[in-house]
């Protein structure tokens, strides 16, 4: 059919874009390249793509999936990826805004972002809401390492510890996990191609997984929080001893 008007504008003022835009759908969407092209707009077919294209591969930002993406070039550009990377103030919001069992994993683990090794005050006034204060002050000041957590805890019932050191460090080895918006924004853009597509594909059902395995470990640690941080910190001390 005839292209609604909206759509035939933003073909006339950009054409190079809007063949880009073809071009997208067939490479990575052909059996839904009808149902996209028939929307109304050029902000409803980004919707559509977005959509389709987050069933298939990976998400893209929201902006492009709400319809509030006027210009096919905004998708055409980059992949819009989202990120899920932990920034130094997003560390800094665990004690305010995360759940009580990342808070009180989180107290285990060296900062990454402070070297000095300081007590972070706020964290342990948020952890003492969930757990007495002679437990936490049994925590070592030496706080757990990312390279140690895994050692140590590794294929036992706690390793959800060393997934969390992997977030607040961003050293998954995941694109997804390791990338904060920061980072992202001050990066080359991902251009769009099938082997790029691919391997973050892989990359988001990898930390679809691993953010799975880590909010069971938390939900549990929440069940009963000063027993199991009880259960996981003698753990820790008698591994610590006896190396």
Known sequence: GVPALGVL???????????DFRHLI????????????????????LAA??????????????????????????????????????????????ASDYKPGAQLITFLLENPHDEAG?????????????????????????RLSQEEAHRMLDGT????VALWADRIGNASGNFFLDTDWEYL????????????VQALT?????????????????DWLE???PGRFEEILNFILEKRANE
């Open 9 to 19: 504008r933003a073909q006339l003022a950009d054409a190079e874009s809007y063949a």
């Open 26 to 45: 067939e490479e990575f969407l052909p059996e839904r390249g009808q149902d996209i092209l028939r929307e109304p707009s050029p902000s409803a077919q």
């Open 49 to 94: 793509f977005a959509d389709y294209f987050g069933d298939r591969y990976f998400p893209l930002e929201d902006i492009f999936r709400t319809g509030d993406i006027e210009g096919y070039e905004e998708l055409t550009m980059r992949i819009p990826v989202v990120v899920m990377g932990m920034s130094w103030d997003d560390y800094d919001e665990i």
């Open 118 to 142: 300081t007590i972070n005050v706020s964290l342990a006034q948020a952890c003492l809401d969930h757990v007495p204060r002679a437990l936490l002050e049994r925590v070592p000041e030496n």
């Open 157 to 160: 019932p706690y390793e959800g």
């Open 185 to 196: 924004g001050a990066s080359e853009s991902l251009e769009w191609d099938m082997r790029t």
């Open 202 to 218: 892989r990359d988001w059902h990898q930390a679809q997984e691993s953010e799975d395995r880590l909010g069971h470990f938390v």
């Open 223 to 225: 069940e009963d929080m």
